[in-house]
């Protein structure tokens, strides 16, 4: 399981319509799902089910306590270096670092309910594709900075269940500021 921001329907079909011609064009890269795409808070991989409830709870006290916030999509990023590149995608950027904030927020929600959070430190960013060995990705970064940017108003946490191949399900939407709304339909 993970906690993330999601972006919004017409960001995913704009930047699906500028990759789409681009995926052709390295074959060693695994392109993730537009359905997927998501900005991920907190890593927690499998959560207890005795852990689950306490874990919601907490959740939905830190969103009440959360206001909105504006994030954009500003360019390439590349992990863990451009050199030798596992991950491309783009960096998620918000004012005053409230995704990190948030992040931090998720995984003391996460360890208060006793289930174990990645405490890597955090970098916002919206995961693109996946190279198994490592590409110099200095020619992808370029073209990611060429797109234009994308702004949206974050206003929901969502709790995502990750299934095997990739599949993921929103398993509670939390409303910042407000109460869970339940499952993504």
């Given at each position: ?36 795409w998501h900005i991920t808070t907190s890593f927690m ?35 863990p270096d451009p050199a030798r590149s596992r991950v ?92 869970p709304t339940g499952p993504l339909d």
């Amino acid at each position: 399981m993970f906690t993330a921001v999601l972006p919004p329907a017409g960001v995913i079909r704009q930047l699906d319509t500028l990759l789409e011609p681009r995926r052709d064009a390295e074959p060693s890269l695994r392109w993730t799902r537009p359905e997927g795409w998501h900005i991920t808070t907190s890593f927690m991989g499998e959560v207890p089910e005795e852990n689950l409830g306490r874990l919601e709870e907490n959740l939905a006290e830190l969103v009440a306590r959360t206001r909105p916030f504006d994030v954009e999509l500003v360019g390439g990023i590349a992990f863990p270096d451009p050199a030798r590149s596992r991950v491309l995608g783009l960096a998620a950027a918000t004012p005053d670092d409230r995704l990190a904030s948030l992040s931090a927020s998720c995984r003391a929600a996460a360890s208060r309910a006793g289930v174990a959070a990645d405490g890597a430190r955090f970098v916002g960013h919206l995961t693109l594709a996946r190279h198994n060995r490592g590409l110099l990705a200095v020619r992808w970064l370029e073209v990611f900075d060429s797109f234009p940017s994308w702004r949206w108003v974050a206003d929901e946490l969502c709790l995502v269940e990750s299934h095997p191949g990739a599949r993921y399900v929103v398993a509670e939407r939390f409303p910042l500021g407000g109460k869970p709304t339940g499952p993504l339909d």
